[in-house]
């Protein structure tokens, strides 16, 4: 049985208000570049990710081109989205391991996706639920770990519990949808940092966060 949380539909109402049709912001053209872009992701906006990758799914248009990239040009390749050492080998690894170990194809189960090089929950539950609309749980970033606190959906502050905590509130024909609005919300309307003067589900703050 699903924990209630009483501000939760009115919650839900007032974010679907302000995004009516919530989408991940990464762009991609096939499947093997939403993981790549995902990878990116991390410590780097979106909106620098998408840069970078107008020209890098230019330059390595098909999985193949990964696998026989070299690091240090890749490195080049990926510079401005920060921790480009750490990227660049989880992305070539990634790609030996989706061509060797899944035939070229990404995944549908997080069971499977989790042991891509540079893949934990967080990025298994994006391409999940972006490419294939299954909810195996709730993407939990930066975003949402700091609006479900301010909201009172968690008192933890480690991703894993957040996730827990969310999954037994929201429903989970609702996982892939709540994400995306937490994440849209947090970006364009309450920032880190942000004094939410004009947020507008501030009446559903708790002021201890």
């Known amino acids: ?28 053209r096939k499947p ?32 193949n081109d990964y696998t026989k990239a070299t690091p240090a040009e890749f490195e080049r390749d990926i510079y401005s989205t920060g921790f480009y050492r750490a990227k660049t080998k989880n992305i070539l690894k990634a790609a ?10 990404i995944p549908k189960t997080i069971e499977e ?8 929950r967080k990025t298994a539950n994006v391409v999940l639920g972006e490419l294939y609309g ?13 609006i479900a606190r301010l909201l009172g959906l968690t008192k933890h502050s480690d991703a ?15 996982w892939v949808r709540f994400s995306h609005l937490l994440i849209l919300y947090g970006r364009e309307y309450c920032p880190a940092y942000c004094k939410h003067t004009t947020c507008p589900l501030r009446e ?6």
């Open 1 to 28: 049985m699903k924990k209630e949380n009483t501000n939760l539909p009115s919650i839900i109402k007032v974010l679907s208000r302000l995004f009516p049709e919530p989408a991940c912001a990464l762009n991609y």
């Open 32 to 63: 093997w570049d939403l993981l790549v872009a995902v990878i990116l992701s991390a410590q780097c906006t979106d909106k620098r990710v998408n840069e970078v990758t107008r020209e890098l799914f230019k330059k390595y248009p098909e999985l």
């Open 96 to 105: 030996q391991a989706v061509k060797g170990n899944f035939n070229g194809k």
């Open 113 to 120: 996706l989790v042991t891509i090089p540079g893949v934990g």
């Open 134 to 146: 299954t909810a195996e749980g709730i993407v939990v970033d930066t975003h949402v770990i700091r």
């Open 160 to 174: 894993i519990k957040i996730e827990r905590d969310l999954m037994e509130i929201v429903q989970k024909k609702d």
């Open 204 to 209: 559903f703050y708790k002021k201890d966060k």
